[in-house]
């Protein structure tokens, strides 16, 4: 399965699109706020395992994504494809 079909799978596509805002940041923008982050994999997993509050904005909110709903390796190859966006 494809990175993009295994974030559809877990239900990323519901708040973040490509190149658009949707509940949550674009893609792109992922992309683009972590680029010259060495440690952002690693940074992007803990944000969808324990979630975050006001990362992108005040009101911003990332529920909690548990490991029955997206693997560590899918998640990992995931962060991947969404870094080279």
Known sequence: MTPEAL???AGC?????????VVGPALHAIAA?????SKAPALLAATVR???KGAWGKDSI???VA???IGDADLAA?????LQQ
């Open 62 to 64: 990332m529920p909690p």
């Open 13 to 21: 596509t519901v708040c973040h699109a490509k190149d658009k805002k």
């Open 33 to 37: 706020k972590y680029k010259s982050n």
């Open 78 to 82: 995931v962060i991947a494809w969404v």
């Open 50 to 52: 324990h979630g975050s």
């Open 67 to 69: 490991v029955a709903q």
């Open 7 to 9: 974030a559809a799978k």
